[in-house]
């Protein structure tokens, strides 16, 4: 497979795990293709540009949305816009929602694997297009602020996996039902923020500036956990969906339940859910803010969220979209 190269983040938690893990990819792509391991953005930029000169076509990413993230904006940079490789997602982070939205489970080899039989079909891989964010001329999937940040930054101080994220966030919804006396912890991550809001094409319909307690923004339908919270994205596959959330201290964590029980059907008033292609978030406070998982310096400057490129991402296990 001359036309397939490998980027493996080190820092990867499957890597943290496993340190024989690259040696076992490496060896199962043999020599159908390229295998890196980059430890800086520098290696990353420079491997992005040296897959472009050499035309290679399909890039595996072995890491959590963080370093795809990363990942798509070198290979936006490195290769020209109508020439942007296929991307297959290996995983080997600690959530992994991109993965989950297009289908893909298992250990990073183990899709690996799967895919280098799939591609040898008559059918090869299956393919299925994603519209991008930009957020400050990063590109990602799913920007979030607020809450939404406060909790990953908790969060990453335990960090372990998908099920240690879904207890933690039990525990901290269940102190925040007793009004935060088991522990204080959802006393922590509760807060409200001002935002003004601009949108085009579509004018931001509802109060500017608004109080929230977090603005979420998203160009693919599931959240982590499995949640189908950006259902407008059913029919508006080619633009954005920005959601401002806002329920007060006593109601948030009943309010989330029940979005979480309802798999995202049982949205309440209190989330006002806009389609836009441009947007820019400008706050009267410093603010904690997030792409896809990776927290980003707080600030008070303006944040600005358009669409970026259109990547086509490749499954074994065929099209989920």
Same mark, same amino acid.
């Given at each position: 497979?001359?036309?397939?190269?490998?980027?493996?983040?080190?820092?990867?938690?499957?890597?943290?795990?496993?340190?024989?893990?690259?040696?076992?990819?490496?060896?199962?792509?043999?020599?159908?293709?390229?295998?890196?391991?980059?430890?800086?953005?520098?290696?990353?930029?420079?491997?992005?540009?040296?897959?472009?000169?050499?035309?290679?076509?399909?890039?595996?990413?072995?890491?959590?949305?963080?370093?795809?993230?990363?990942?798509?904006?070198?290979?936006?940079?490195?290769?020209?816009?109508?020439?942007?490789?296929?991307?297959?997602?290996?995983?080997?982070?600690?959530?992994?929602?991109?993965?989950?939205?297009?289908?893909?489970?298992?250990?990073?080899?183990?899709?690996?694997?799967?895919?280098?039989?799939?591609?040898?079909?008559?059918?090869?891989?299956?393919?299925?297009?994603?519209?991008?964010?930009?957020?400050?001329?990063?590109?990602?999937?799913?920007?979030?602020?607020?809450?939404?940040?406060?909790?990953?930054?908790?969060?990453?101080? %335990?960090?372990? #996996?998908?099920? =240690?994220?879904? !207890?933690?966030?039990?525990?901290?919804?269940?102190?925040?039902?007793? +009004?935060? &006396?088991?522990?204080?912890?959802?006393?922590?991550?509760?807060?409200?923020?001002?935002?003004?809001?601009?949108?085009?094409?579509?004018?931001?319909?509802?109060?500017?500036?608004?109080?929230?307690?977090?603005?979420?923004?998203?160009?693919?339908?599931?959240?982590?956990?499995?949640?189908?919270?950006?259902?407008?994205?059913?029919?508006?596959?080619?633009?954005?969906?920005?959601?401002?959330?806002?329920?007060?201290?006593?109601?948030?964590?009943?309010?989330?339940?029940?979005?979480?029980?309802?798999?995202?059907?049982?949205?309440?008033?209190?989330?006002?859910?806009?389609?836009?292609?441009?947007?820019?978030?400008?706050?009267?406070?410093? %603010?904690?803010? #997030?792409?896809? =998982?990776?927290? !980003?310096?707080?600030?008070?400057?303006?944040?600005?969220?358009?669409? +970026?490129? &259109?990547?086509?991402?490749?499954?074994?296990?065929?099209?989920?979209?």
């Amino acid at each position: 497979m001359p036309g397939l190269g490998i980027i493996s983040n080190p820092f990867a938690k499957i890597n943290k795990r496993d340190p024989e893990h690259n040696t076992l990819m490496w060896y199962i792509l043999g020599n159908q293709g390229q295998f890196e391991v980059t430890n800086s953005l520098q290696d990353l930029s420079r491997v992005c540009q040296e897959f472009c000169a050499r035309g290679i076509d399909t890039v595996g990413v072995v890491g959590g949305d963080g370093t795809i993230s990363l990942t798509l904006s070198a290979l936006a940079q490195a290769y020209p816009a109508d020439k942007l490789p296929r991307i297959l997602v290996l995983r080997g982070g600690t959530v992994n929602v991109l993965a989950a939205n297009l289908g893909i489970f298992g250990s990073p080899k183990d899709v690996f694997a799967d895919a280098l039989e799939a591609y040898h079909t008559p059918n090869g891989l299956a393919e299925m297009s994603l519209q991008t964010l930009k957020v400050n001329g990063r590109l990602g999937f799913i920007f979030a602020d607020g809450v939404a940040a406060r909790f990953l930054r908790e969060f990453y101080k %335990i960090k372990s #996996s998908t099920l =240690g994220a879904g !207890l933690f966030l039990g525990k901290v919804l269940t102190d925040g039902a007793f +009004g935060g &006396r088991l522990g204080g912890a959802y006393n922590e991550l509760y807060s409200t923020e001002r935002v003004h809001v601009d949108c085009s094409p579509r004018p931001w319909p509802f109060e500017n500036p608004i109080n929230t307690n977090m603005l979420v923004a998203s160009t693919i339908p599931k959240m982590p956990f499995g949640v189908h919270f950006f259902r407008a994205l059913n029919t508006h596959r080619s633009e954005a969906e920005l959601l401002a959330v806002y329920a007060s201290r006593q109601k948030f964590p009943y309010e989330t339940v029940k979005t979480f029980l309802t798999g995202g059907r049982g949205r309440s008033e209190t989330i006002h859910s806009h389609i836009f292609e441009n947007a820019t978030l400008t706050p009267t406070q410093a %603010i904690d803010y #997030s792409l896809d =998982g990776d927290l !980003l310096e707080p600030t008070t400057a303006p944040i600005h969220i358009c669409l +970026g490129p &259109r990547f086509v991402f490749c499954s074994p296990y065929g099209n989920v979209l």
